[in-house]
Each structure stands twice: as C-alpha cells, then as structure tokens.
C-alpha cells in the first residue's frame, strides 16, 4: 500500500471514530473544508507543477483550546510523482490581551511514488497586519541535511472590500549546499510575494506576483529545472468553509465549491491515476432556470500529462409533476502537456431511485473516432443513513476498435455505500470491468489499472 493511501485511510479511520464524538459533545471542535484551482503550485518562489495548474483542498479540525490538525493535497509534477498530500497537527493561540498570536505546528510532506517525504516544525507569530515565522526540518526531502526557513507577513484590508498581501522568506542551511564539478556551492535563496484578492459570489479571487532572486542556471543546477523559478503571475480561484456541519442549503450565493481526497482516481472502470490516490474538486454556477456551468479537475497519471480540469456547461430540471428529471449536458475533458482534449454531449434521465445516461463524443480522445457510453444507474438510501449506490456502463464504438480489428467494447459497474460523519461524506466502492489483464494492457497500456479493487473517498460539497 503506497503512502498516500495510507494517509488517506489513516484518515478516515479517524474522522469516523471522531463522528460520534462530534454528535454528542459540543466542544469536540469543527471540521472546516477548503478548495481551489490555481495557475500554477508555487512553494517558496518555486513551481511544484512544472508551470502548470493545479487542483489543491483538503480538510481541518480546530477546538477551542487552540489545537488543530489537518490534511491538505495538491497535484505536483516531480517525475513520477504527481500527487502531495500533507498532514499536520498544531496549537495556535492568542498571547492574553497583549495583540500577539502564535502558531506552533508540525507538518508531514507526503509523495507517492517518492521516498523523500520530509517533517517540518514551525513557530509563528503574527500582530496586527504582521507576521513572522521559522521553520526546521533536520531531513529535507530526503537529503539527510536541514533546512532551515524564515519568512515576513503583512496582510491589509483595502478599500472596496480588497486585500492586500505580501511576503517574503529565506531558505538556507546544510540541504541547499550543493556540490557542482567538485566545487562546493551555496543555493540559499530569497522567495517574494505581493498579492491582491476579493470575495465575490463567496468565492475568493487572488491575483499575485511571485519569484525567488535563483537565476535559471542556479535553479536548473538545484532544481533541475531553470523555468520553475521565474517570477510570474498566479491566479487563484478558492472558497472554504468554517464549519461543515452547518447545511449550505438555503445559501442564496450561486457559486458552489467541492473537494475530495479518494485512494484512486477510476474512470468507467479504469485507474486514471496509476492506481494511486487523487485530489479532485471544483466549482459549479447554477441558475433556478436549470442552467449551470462548472469547472472540476484532478490529478491524473498519464506522463507526462498530470492534470485534468473538465469544463462543462448543461440544463437540468423536472418534466412537470410526472416525477421524471433530465439532465443534457455538453462537457470538455481538459489536460495539460497533451493533446487529446475531448468533448461529449450527455443525456440522462432520472426517476424515483434510477437512472440512465448516454454520452457521445466525436472525436475520442484525438483517436478520430466516435465513442458511445450507455448507464444505468440505482441510488437508495438505507437504514441509519446510509446510502446504497449501484451503477453499470457500456463503452462502445470505433474508438474501442485497435489495429488488427480488435474490439475493445467493455462493461465496467460499481457497487458502493456511503454515509456521512460530521458533516464529512464517506464511500466506500467496489469497481471495475470486463477487460482481462492482457486487453487492459492491449487497449491502454497497462493491465493492472483495469483490476477490480475498493476505493475509499472522502468529500465535502459547500
């Protein structure tokens, strides 16, 4: 089991064993959700995505005696790894009356498909529009040297309901020494940020300028990459919520944010993410007419492809009184660093506790081809709040057809429960499909991601 899924395993085990907990004693504390798309994943002046997007989310607890703990992921593009998932846990307090705060925390970076996962202690102090912090990690990334940084904080509320934000913090110690051609050389670096943002609809729009003083050849003899250092504009689409137990129904904002953290990424019965772990979420606008648009993205393990963002525009609404909803949909499969961008227009319609959907695309995945996907779907909800879902598919068409003449159609199904703790939704699903190991590996190139297996996913719509 690879470390992200233990991680996320780790943590749902802990959420569910701390749902009665919540339910039954006001000061457990809240859980508070967030997510967000991004240009691009800087870290310190540096791009963790190799200058591309991002889709980032993840889930807090806080009590009211100053301790929290949490879990953060974001898609990064280091090779063969493509998803980060940090856990952490902290105290953070006021100093009596005096207009201090402090911050003392402790984070874990986790990889999959990486050994160099790294903890990192911080102390923070922050008062009025200032701030101050120092972090250590005795291993950086795997290196066996520290690593030591400190940053500077302003935050001001400007006219107009704006904000201003700017930051700046050095990097140094043992694990930016390096030795180049025998001679030993210093990369402690200096990384800037000055950025401005608005809520509007509920969502918080950020626009900032970012960099480091690393030149391209002293970032591509560090970093191995001397772009990921440039200065450059990010601009950050993000909404959150305090307390997740508390309904968003009623809510007269139409922006709607989602985010979820899932063992595996499985589309129509097959691994989008290699079978590892995934970071999904996105935002939907919707309309009393029935209109409504969206975005949704998620890290994906096509190399050197490691991010879809799905764009989607549709109608839905009731057929009278007659109990019967349709659902007609036009949708566009979006990736970074590749070329089989795909549209396809859905149908669905929906009654009592089933469903059906028929999608079509053209063109899919640039093969030229046409694809056909026919659904059925079930949805019942079970004693103590449970609820059973059940679906089967059928991918059909010439873009299931490979050289040679094979035929490639398959059925995959899915069978799940799902209920939710604290305001959390848990699922629990077993998928699949009919391709044997050697269609699998014949039809896209690798027979395990299309085993049958459980996944876990955990998610917050608000």
């Not at 790294?118 to 912090?133: G, I, Q």
């Not at 670096?189 to 950025?195: A, C, E, F, H, R």
């Not at 093969?367 to 659904?375: P, R």
Request: net charge negative; charged share 20%; hydrophobic share 35%.
């Amino acid at each position: 089991m690879s470390t992200l899924k233990k991680s996320l395993l780790s943590l749902s085990i802990a959420s569910i064993l701390a749902a009665p907990l919540a339910a039954n004693a006001e000061d457990f504390g809240t859980i508070s959700a967030n997510a967000a798309l991004t240009t691009d994943y800087y870290f310190r002046g540096i791009s963790q995505t190799g200058n591309d997007g991002a889709i980032q989310g993840g889930f807090d607890w806080n009590h009211d005696s100053g301790v929290y703990a949490g879990v953060w992921a974001s898609n990064v593009d280091f090779g063969e790894t493509h998803i980060e998932v940090d856990t952490y846990i902290g105290f953070a307090n006021d100093i009596g009356d005096s207009g201090f705060a402090y911050d003392v925390s402790l984070l874990r970076y986790n990889y999959n498909d990486a050994e160099y996962e790294t903890n990192e202690l911080t102390f923070a102090l922050s008062y009025s529009y200032f701030s101050a912090s120092y972090s250590y990690a005795d291993d950086w990334y795997d290196t066996g040297e520290s690593s030591n940084y400190f940053a500077l904080g302003f935050d001001y509320d400007l006219p107009k309901d704006f904000a201003l934000s700017a930051s700046i913090g050095q990097s140094f110690g043992d694990a930016y020494d390096k030795k180049k051609m025998g001679t030993a050389t210093d990369f402690d670096y200096i990384d800037y940020k000055i950025g401005v943002s608005k809520d509007y609809y509920g969502v918080n729009w950020d626009l900032s300028y970012i960099g480091s003083d690393l030149n391209s050849k002293e970032c591509d003899a560090y970093v191995g990459g001397g772009s990921i250092c440039d200065d450059r504009v990010i601009l950050t689409v993000s909404k959150s919520i305090d307390d997740i137990s508390q309904s968003s129904e009623g809510s007269d904002l139409p922006i709607t944010a989602n985010v979820a953290l899932v063992t595996d990424y499985y589309f129509r019965g097959i691994s989008q993410t290699g079978n590892d772990g995934a970071i999904q979420g996105g935002f939907d606008w919707s309309h009393d007419s029935g209109l409504y648009v969206g975005i949704w993205g998620s890290n994906v393990d096509f190399a050197p492809t490691h991010l879809e963002v799905d764009t989607y525009i549709g109608f839905a609404n009731d057929i009278g009184e007659s109990g019967f909803a349709y659902d007609v949909s036009l949708l566009r499969y979006n990736y970074n660093d590749a070329e089989y961008e795909t549209n396809e227009l859905t149908f669905a319609l929906s009654y009592s506790y089933f469903s059906a959907a028929y999608s079509y695309s053209d063109d899919w995945y640039d093969s030229g081809d046409a694809s056909n996907y026919l659904a059925l779907g079930f949805d019942y909800d079970l004693p103590s709040e449970f609820a059973l879902s059940a679906s089967i598919g059928q991918s059909f068409g010439d873009a299931y057809e490979v050289s040679g003449g094979t035929d490639f159609d398959y059925v995959d199904y899915k069978l799940g429960v799902s209920k939710d703790f604290a305001g959390v939704n848990f699922d629990l699903s077993y998928v699949g499909n009919d391709l044997n190991s050697k269609e699998c590996n014949a039809y896209v190139g690798g027979g395990s991601i299309c085993d049958d297996r459980f996944i876990l996913s955990i998610s917050k719509g608000f």
